[in-house]
Nanobody, 119 residues
Framework: QVQLVESGGGLVQPGGSLRLSCAASRSISDVRRVGWYRQAQGKQRELVAAIGSGGTTTYDDSVKGRFTISRDHAKNTVYLQMNSLKPEDTAVYYC?????????????WGQGTQVTVSS
């Protein structure tokens, strides 16, 4: 079983930066997409950034130009660089690996890391 461990969250002032990491316990094959989701209190989980198997990235409009997703295959780690943070970015952030293998889709989730943007 694959384990994903997120880290890098914390308390930051508006305008500040954080870099989240999502480390997989082992190399994962047949990954279609890796995404960073967030869930604010009382709201549904939403996708904020994703990177496809070919390296194509997509972002939610609310974070475009401020967040950058990247992947280090050698370290089995995906990053989310978050700049110009706003109070509305406050949420628990989760990474997700979407895997398609032999016509079956698997979704692996980390435990989440809290990001709080406040002065």
């Amino acid at each position: 079983q694959v384990q994903l461990v997120e880290s890098g969250g914390g308390l930051v002032q508006p305008g500040g930066s954080l870099r989240l990491s999502c480390a997989a316990s082992r190399s994962i094959s047949d990954v279609r997409r890796v995404g960073w989701y967030r869930q604010a209190q009382g709201k549904q989980r939403e996708l904020v950034a994703a990177i496809g198997s070919g390296g194509t990235t997509t972002y939610d409009d609310s974070v475009k130009g401020r967040f950058t997703i990247s992947r280090d295959h050698a370290k089995n780690t995906v990053y989310l660089q978050m700049n110009s943070l706003k109070p509305e970015d406050t949420a628990v952030y989760y990474c997700n690996y979407n895997v398609r293998r032999l016509a079956v889709t698997y979704n692996y989730w980390g435990q989440g890391t809290q990001v709080t943007v406040s002065s």
